[in-house]
């Protein structure tokens, strides 16, 4: 069903692109009511504008907060052509009919980047813009509703196609935008309400988020994947690509499990390695050059393939050694000119710059068919005054920070956890497996692979307690001489003269660290 639009409603904060359509309206003997600085910009353009304390003869009050929430409005919105009843109340009153509302809301997003004053972001709540919007929505068989600049163009087609009208299916279409703009809208500042008041799990929890891309793929390429940001001051973190294809659901995935790993150093030069969302290679160096070639030396098979990152600028020389290796992302805090000329030749390579990398407070989300849960990051590595040296022999304070670089690293590592370490480097990672035993067996087994000289008194973290001795026998056996671990067992005495009669130092930290 077709329908003239007679009389058109236009209220933007943002008036870019806005003069093409209003010379179509004008085209089609539209009429335009607007106010304040929309209806002095159409003025300026040279076009004929009714302001709306015109239309609806009484002036706006209370700063502007009163001046579209008005009978003559939201009746010219919401009443049905269909219905005499309607029709006559509209005679009776002497009531027009508003037929199209082109509205952008005020720019409450924009607002929080700009201040922290509340007093400004609270003025930049938008009543009445949305009021309209749902209205017309709401009568989406009679009324068009324009909520974005980028419908213009689509808006000026339907009018030239149709001569003036708009077809239901064009109508619905804007509808189904208009709510889902008024549902952002609202939840972007549901959410600045409870962050204000530092409430992480509301009694209603609604989520939004601002379409960034359409994805290569999912998981699989057989399912479909898009990217959003929830984010209200920076978008997708701050990454910038430089080179390479887009993107998957796979890539993203991995690119966020590194970047939780290397924003946990901030001051070393530190390279993360990883696969699948697991690290197969962490490593702190002075030397950046070293720190890449001990990261990717922990699990060389593996790292093939992967995604990198650094928390430096990368130079030629680091440049001339990435090469060698295929990876599907490389991410570093900048790239000297020579460098990026030499990796830029591996089309397929991602290359993102890092540099200006937000903070990251996700709540993280898991969803389960209609249900979800929510927990905070997990943002604690242990407590240095509560550690607890259960055995006979104890570490040093040298001990102490390397003990700490390996039980940060075990904490990103999937459950069931174990990560080898020597010299601030991993050695042997076993992940994910359904008992610590295995996970044990295998950070072994690859240590003993790529880096069997380190082994000789090394570290090894746990992210969980050992629940029997047999795990950390086997660690022993490889010639692991620390251990730190959470401790809390049944079998902690067990396991813990299985350590002194090895003659091995173990430290219990009072923190688990699970990641599913």
């Keep these: 069903m077709k329908r003239k639009i007679f009389n058109a409603l236009i209220s933007v904060s ?43 003869k ?64 609270i003025e930049n709540i938008d009543i009445g ?57 609202d939840t972007v500042i549901s959410e600045w309400f409870n962050q204000s008041l530092a409430i992480k799990f509301p009694e209603r929890k ?44 796979n890539n993203y995935n991995d690119i966020y499990a590194t970047l939780d790993i290397l924003r946990s ?3 070393i030069p530190t390279t993360v390695i990883t696969k699948h969302a697991n690290p197969c290679g962490v490593s702190s160096n002075k030397s950046p050059l070293e720190s890449f070639k001990n990261s990717q030396a922990s699990d060389p098979i593996s790292s093939f393939g992967g995604v990198v990152a650094c928390n430096f600028k990368i130079n030629l020389k680091l440049a001339l050694e990435i090469q060698k290796t295929f990876f599907e992302v ?69 001990d102490l920070k390397e003990i700490e670089f390996a039980f940060r690293i075990c ?12 010299d601030f480097s991993t050695i042997g990672i076993g992940a994910g497996q359904q008992n610590r035993l295995d996970s044990c067996k295998i950070a072994v087994q690859k240590a003993k692979t790529f880096q069997a000289i380190k082994l000789k008194n090394s570290i090894a973290a746990s992210d969980a307690f050992f629940p029997f001795a047999d795990g950390l026998k086997t660690l022993i056996n490889s010639g692991v001489k620390i251990i730190v671990q959470p401790g809390g067992s049944i079998k902690d005495k067990e396991v813990i003269e299985a350590a002194d009669k090895a003659k091995i130092k173990m430290v219990f930290t009072g923190v688990r660290h699970f990641n599913h």
């Design 129 to 185: 813009g949305p009021s309209m919007v749902r209205a017309a929505a709401k009568n989406f068989n009679d009324v068009a509703i324009i909520t974005a600049k980028k419908d213009y163009p689509e808006l000026i087609r339907e009018l030239e196609k149709n001569k003036g009208k708009t077809k239901l299916i064009f109508r619905k279409q804007m509808a189904r935008k208009a709510f889902n703009n008024t549902s952002y809208y």
């Design 265 to 267: 150093e901030k001051k």
């Design 58 to 121: 009484f002036n706006e009050m209370l700063d502007g907060r009163i001046k579209t929430l008005h009978p003559k409005i939201h009746s010219g919105i919401l009443f049905d052509r269909s219905k005499k009843e309607h029709l006559s109340q509209m005679k009776k009153n002497k009531f027009d009919p508003i037929d199209l509302l082109i509205i952008n809301f005020y720019p409450f997003e924009k607002i929080l980047k700009e201040t922290r004053i509340s007093k400004k972001i």
């Design 14 to 56: 943002d008036k870019s692109e806005l003069k093409p359509l209003i010379k179509t309206l004008k085209k089609f003997k539209i009429n335009i009511i607007s106010s304040g600085g929309t209806y002095k910009y159409i003025k300026n353009l040279g076009f004929d504008c009714k302001e709306i304390s015109e239309f609806t």
């Design 330 to 398: 490389l991410m570093a805090n900048g790239f000297d000119k020579n460098a990026l000329i030499l990796l830029k030749k591996k089309k397929n390579m991602r290359i993102i710059d890092i540099s200006n990398i937000a903070e990251d407070n996700r709540i993280k989300i898991k969803s389960f068919g209609n249900t979800f849960i929510l927990q905070d990051r997990d943002s604690i590595i242990f407590d240095k005054e509560k550690l607890k040296f259960v055995t006979k022999s104890k570490p040093t304070k040298n």
């Design 206 to 249: 609604t989520f939004f988020g601002k379409k960034l891309s359409m994805l290569r793929y999912g998981e699989n390429p057989h399912q479909e994947s898009s990217i959003y940001t929830s984010d209200l001051k920076n978008n997708n973190l701050n990454l910038k690509k430089i080179s390479g294809k887009d993107l998957s659901y």
């Design 411 to 422: 904490k990103f590592v999937k459950s069931n956890a174990i990560v080898i370490v020597k």
